[in-house]
């Protein structure tokens, strides 16, 4: 059974987000505040984390910096937050965040999310099988070792999300290939694309500047005009 740990401080809506979580069969602990959150973090790694920003105390991307950068956690991470802003999404997403759900939202939409995201980090589903293989992927500098979702450049091994490496993972694999946004976008989220998310190009830009710090001298991902991406 996989645990989700809820960050939320209203107390109806962590009410709300556990009970469609438990009643779908999922494991969940709550936390009303960040800094509960990071001391239950400290002793325990969930599979999935639901995030608000608008936290008590330590703030929601105070607490998703320490999540990716001082604990390097890997654990997908799902922000729920009333900011809508472009600006919003984007700064969080640049930080390491998997998905962004804007409150007020549908129970569906939860359990959807949440499904797409750890069925993508289980390794399962469309696309994904081959990421049990211990075949590794190589192009220029860039090696990736699908076992173990681990990724080198210069043999430095560099940090990604989750969303990350599975963008990079489906581009590794067709190197040739151009893959549209909205493709990517469904081979990733596991959702339809209605062409107003910015999630791909977000994911992308971070792709080519965490690269871009160990080998500056080479680009690895092109962008082609008007359809979407492929290795360059």
Aim: net charge negative.
């Amino acid at each position: 059974m996989e645990r989700i740990l809820v960050i939320e401080d209203d107390g109806d809506i962590s009410r709300l987000l556990c009970r469609i979580l438990s009643n779908a069969g999922y494991s969940v602990i709550p936390a009303f505040s960040g800094t509960e959150a990071q001391l239950r973090l400290e002793k325990e790694v969930p599979d999935l984390i639901l995030l608000d920003l608008m936290l008590p105390g330590i703030t929601g991307e105070e607490l998703l910096g320490f999540i990716r950068n001082e604990h390097k956690l890997k654990v997908p991470v799902i922000i729920l937050s009333a900011k809508s802003g472009l600006e919003d999404k984007v700064g969080t997403m640049t930080m390491g965040a998997d998905d962004y759900i804007t409150k007020p939202f549908e129970p569906e939409e939860v359990l959807v999310r949440v499904l797409a995201v750890l069925r993508r980090c289980r390794g399962t589903g469309s696309g994904k099988e081959g990421c049990a293989r211990e075949d590794l992927l190589q192009y220029k500098n860039l090696l990736m070792k699908p076992s173990s979702r681990t990724v080198t450049v210069k043999e430095q091994e560099i940090s990604l999300t989750n969303s990350e490496y599975d963008i990079l993972y489906v581009l590794m694999e067709q190197p040739e290939k151009v893959f549209s946004r909205e493709t990517l976008y469904e081979k990733v989220w596991k959702n339809g694309y209605y062409g107003e998310d910015n999630t791909v190009n977000v994911h992308v830009s971070n792709l080519r500047r965490k690269i871009a710090a160990v080998d500056k001298e080479q680009e690895y991902i092109k962008t082609v005009w008007g359809i979407g991406f492929k290795m360059s």
